[in-house]
Nanobody, 115 residues
Framework: QVQFVESGGGLVQPGGSLRLSCAAS????????MGWYRQAPGQQRELVAT?????????LDSVKGRFTISRDNAENPVTVYLQMNSLKPEDAAIYYC???????WGRGTQVTVSA
């Protein structure tokens, strides 16, 4: 059974930072490309960042230079991180981690950016 447990979300002021964590268990995710996705109210889920098994990263244009995805394959379950800096109100959403391409979804973690 695949399981993604996301954590680290919360309320932050514009310009602030958050670090999201995700524990991915149930499959051999150490051999899979991983990603962070987000879904804002009334909008479709979108891919925010990806990281390959050898650490190559890619980002949504709107988060480039502000977000950093990383992973720790040495841990079990595999842990994927998303460091988010200079947060903007438009970054507010539920953030999910998953394989890239995705499989079953976890519950996500809520990020709220508001003064």
């Amino acid at each position: 059974q695949v399981q993604f447990v996301e954590s680290g979300g919360g309320l932050v002021q514009p310009g602030g930072s958050l670090r999201l964590s995700c524990a991915a268990s149930g499959r051999q995710f150490s051999f899979a490309d991983m990603g962070w996705y987000r879904q804002a109210p009334g909008q479709q889920r979108e891919l925010v960042a990806t990281i390959t098994t050898n650490g190559r990263t890619n980002y949504l244009d709107s988060v480039k230079g502000r977000f950093t995805i990383s992973r720790d394959n040495a841990e079990n379950p595999v842990t994927v991180y998303l460091q988010m800096n200079s947060l903007k109100p438009e970054d507010a959403a539920i953030y999910y981690c998953n394989r890239y391409p995705p499989v079953e979804w976890g519950r996500g973690t809520q990020v709220t950016v508001s003064a």
